[in-house]
């Protein structure tokens, strides 16, 4: 079975510094990758995805994510974070009909 | 328009209540899902319809039943209610298969007291 791991599960970072949140999966065959966010009190709002082709995909927001087979992982990066961007981020997988989410990371941004 | 609509978007009963939370698609889509997030904001699913068809029924209690009138409704009717129940729900729908990505509604918060 697909799992997906996101080994951090806090956050914080000053505005405008660069971010990184980390994405592990685990699925057999090749995974449709996907990143969500979810602002407080909020549904979850797609930030981009990746199932086949250059591994580097942009997605809204200014965000991107690279997907790397080797090491099983769908990273989610921005150069410069907003204090908008203050969520909660979660990394999912797709397989059999179901997307499995990760345990989520909640992003702080310091003033 | 809101592609995936879920009422109502809160909800406080008692225990052993019997209560219903109903999701709509206007996206033309096949497939409709519900996930339970619990407080720790955990994302679990618990149905899967497909065309109205049951296609996944994860380990949930038979409390929870899963109704689909024609494939842009998925309603989730819930039984003796308990405190555990007590979570945000959200609808989900989705187009293609295996690659499409899936929409979500804006959640149903539910309390039990």
């Known amino acids: 079975a697909q799992s997906v791991t996101q080994p951090d599960i806090h956050i914080t970072v000053s505005e405008g510094a660069s971010l990184e949140l980390r994405c592990n999966y685990s699925?057999?065959?090749?995974?449709?990758l996907f990143w969500y966010v979810q602002s407080p009190g909020q549904g979850l709002q797609l930030l981009l995805k990746y199932f086949s082709g250059d591994t580097l995909v942009q997605g809204i927001k200014g965000f991107e994510a690279e997907f790397k087979r080797s090491q099983s992982s769908f990273n989610l990066r921005k150069p410069s974070v907003h204090w908008s961007d203050a969520a909660e981020y979660f990394c999912a997988v797709i397989a059999d009909n179901m997307l499995t989410f990760g345990g989520g990371t909640r992003l702080m941004v310091k003033p | 328009d809101t592609a995936v609509s879920q009422t109502p978007k809160y909800l406080v009963t008692q225990m052993g209540n019997d209560k219903s939370i109903k999701c709509e698609q206007n996206?033309?889509?096949?497939?409709m899902y519900w996930y339970k997030q619990d407080s720790k904001k955990f994302l679990k699913i618990m149905f899967s319809?497909?065309?109205?068809?049951?296609?996944i029924n994860e380990t949930v209690p038979n409390r929870f039943s899963p109704k689909s009138p024609d494939k842009a409704h998925l309603n989730l009717h819930i039984n003796s209610l308990e405190l555990g129940d007590s979570a945000v729900y959200f609808c989900?729908?989705?187009?293609?298969?295996?690659?499409?990505?899936?929409?979500f509604g804006e959640g149903s918060r539910l309390t039990v007291l």
């Open positions: 699925y057999g065959a090749t995974p449709y």
């Open positions: 996206l033309g889509h096949d497939t």
């Open positions: 319809y497909n065309n109205k068809e049951l296609i």
């Open positions: 989900a729908s989705r187009g293609s298969a295996n690659t499409g990505e899936l929409f």
